[in-house]
């Protein structure tokens, strides 16, 4: 993808690769951790009937300058100040983004704003059953690239050679895995948009419990799980590209969700 493709809002958060005004809806995308909009705005080439917006965190791809943020709370409030977010919409968020898609939908409602029209959560289980880990965010720079690649696979040669060029790339993943770390789900009311869940057959630390978000909607909830790992869609683009089509297709014409009257804000960690 060349920088020419990729066109910037007055938002930095903000990137879509191909503009759609008249579409019906809009599909936002929140990345995993330490992933940026990029990998989710080539998306837009297999989802031709929604106009797709990735969401670009700070201290990653464009922003990799900026400082990042380290805990759910701040992150939430600044998606919801920073992004002007025209509906009708969705939202999709894979791993990490997965939770921040959910607590974005929670903090709208709190805000007695319009929400998504469906939340799509890929490869984490429902929060709930979210488990920080070990404190991998506390790692030194090569501990933390050799746990990456223990878990993902090798990287690209030059963050082992350049001590600088991999600190700098893994501030971002530094900052997420902070985030997962700190968070702790807090009891809040079901949503009432659909809930379309996704994840891999493989993926054996998430994909026990990705079927218990369907206690997180009034609404419809689908489940769709296919070969492969935790990045199982960079094998089967198609496939998960059709399927969403198809679902985003139905969706689009839905009410958009508002919440009723404000009371106490949920607590996010």
């Known amino acids: 993808m060349t920088p020419a493709t990729v066109r910037p809002t007055r938002?930095?958060?903000?990137?879509?690769?191909?503009?759609?005004p008249?579409?019906?809806l809009r599909l936002y995308c929140f990345p995993h951790s330490g992933g940026s909009a990029g990998e989710y705005l080539r998306w837009s080439d297999g989802l031709d009937q929604v106009e797709l917006w990735g969401i670009q965190p700070p201290g990653r791809g464009s922003r990799l300058d900026d400082p990042p943020l380290t805990s759910m709370t701040e992150l939430v409030h600044a998606v919801v100040e920073e992004i002007d977010l025209t509906g009708p919409f969705a939202f999709v968020g894979h791993s990490l983004g997965a939770l921040v898609a959910y607590e974005t939908a929670l903090a709208l409602r709190r805000r007695g704003?319009?929400?998504?029209?469906?939340?799509?959560?890929?490869?984490?289980?429902?929060?709930?059953?979210?488990?920080p880990g070990p404190p991998e965010h506390e790692l030194d720079g090569p501990a933390l690239l050799a746990a990456i690649e223990r878990e993902y696979g090798p990287l690209p040669p030059e963050l082992h050679e350049d001590p600088e060029l991999s600190e700098l790339v893994l501030a971002g993943l530094r900052a997420d895995l902070t985030v997962v770390a700190g968070?702790?789900?807090?009891?809040?009311?079901?949503?009432?948009?659909?809930?379309?869940?996704?994840?891999g057959l493989?993926?054996?630390?998430?994909?026990p419990g990705i079927a218990a978000w369907a206690d997180y909607t009034t609404d419809r909830f689908d489940l769709r799980m296919y070969p492969g790992g935790h990045f199982y869609f960079r094998e089967h683009l198609d496939d998960v590209l059709d399927f969403l089509a198809g679902r985003l297709a139905e969706l689009a014409d839905r009410p958009v969700p508002r919440a009723g009257a404000l009371g106490p804000a949920d607590p996010v960690s």
Do not use: M
């Open 22 to 24: 008249g579409a019906p």
């Open 202 to 207: 493989d993926d054996q630390e998430t994909s």
């Open 11 to 20: 938002s930095p958060w903000l990137l879509c690769r191909r503009r759609r």
């Open 183 to 199: 968070y702790r789900a807090a009891p809040a009311d079901p949503l009432t948009c659909p809930i379309i869940a996704i994840g």
């Open 113 to 131: 704003l319009p929400g998504p029209v469906a939340l799509i959560p890929s490869a984490y289980a429902a929060p709930h059953l979210h488990r």
